[in-house]
T-cell receptor, first 116, second 113 residues
Framework: AAGVIQSPRHLIKEKRETATLKCYPI?????VYWYQQGPGQDPQFLIS???????DKGSIPDRFSAQQFSDYHSELNMSSLELGDSALYFC???????????????FGQGTRLTVV | GDSVTQMEGPVTLSEEAFLTINCTYT??????LFWYVQYPGEGLQLLLK?????DKGSNKGFEATYRKETTSFHLEKGSVQVSDSAVYFC????????????FGTGTKLQVIP
């Protein structure tokens, strides 16, 4: 079965550069979540989209932005990168059932971003 | 902000043992609570849910009770099987399609024959 595809898998950027991470959800899933996981830390929720609209925002810096496109894939744009942005960024693809209860959730394998 | 804390794994049990996986939450409102299971190589599947305090969710022999006084939603099963080996995620969500799901970090369960 198709899984959540994230690209690139690894990315090395210099400070103050920009980066774009992509997430392709499971077909028929309309909800995408983005998480950031620093070394040895729990995942931190960044932002989510439902039906191409931003549904919630977590601890996402103002330097970051994201959107969900008409084909439901999502892109996380990161500007003015800092050393502290080095982390694993992964997305989750969900489908909501009755009463908006998540029925299925698939996590991508993540993009490992290293800022040097 | 809202958060979900699960006990660290892996949890290793012998077949037919009693299972408890602890889950506590921090929430500003009154969310619904969920347990998801992820079998090897698959995505998360909804296992059970509870939408308000004192509700008990149950499915496939698993149970969890929404305890508002202790902000907990511990997962229990009276007799585990090898086929229950998986990763279990606790989660919370407020009603409405535009509300995010907050997941715990997962607890791996290994059941040995």
């Amino acid at each position: 079965a198709a899984g959540v595809i994230q690209s690139p898998r690894h990315l090395i950027k210099e400070k103050r550069e920009t980066a774009t991470l992509k997430c392709y959800p499971i077909p028929r899933h309309d909800t995408v979540y983005w998480y950031q996981q620093g070394p040895g830390q729990d995942p931190q929720f960044l932002i989510s989209f439902y039906e191409k609209m931003q549904s919630d925002k977590g601890s996402i810096p103002d330097r970051f932005s994201a959107q969900q496109f008409s084909d439901y894939h999502s892109e996380l744009n990161m500007s003015s990168l800092e050393l502290g942005d080095s982390a694993l960024y992964f997305c989750a693809s969900l489908t909501l059932g009755e009463f908006s209860i998540p029925q299925e959730a698939f996590f991508g394998q993540g993009t490992r971003l290293t800022v040097v | 902000g809202d958060s979900v804390t699960q006990m660290e794994g892996p949890v290793t049990l012998s077949e037919e043992a009693f299972l408890t996986i602890n889950c506590t939450y921090t929430a500003t409102g009154y969310p619904s609570l969920f347990w998801y299971v992820q079998y090897p190589g698959e995505g998360l599947q909804l296992l059970l849910k509870a939408t308000k305090a004192d509700d008990k969710g149950s499915n496939k022999g698993f149970e969890a009770t929404y305890r508002k006084e202790t902000t907990s939603f511990h997962l229990e099963k009276g007799s585990v099987q090898v086929s229950d080996s998986a990763v279990y995620f606790c989660a919370l969500k407020y009603s409405g399609g535009y509300q995010k799901v907050t997941f715990g970090t997962g607890t791996k369960l290994q059941v040995i024959p």
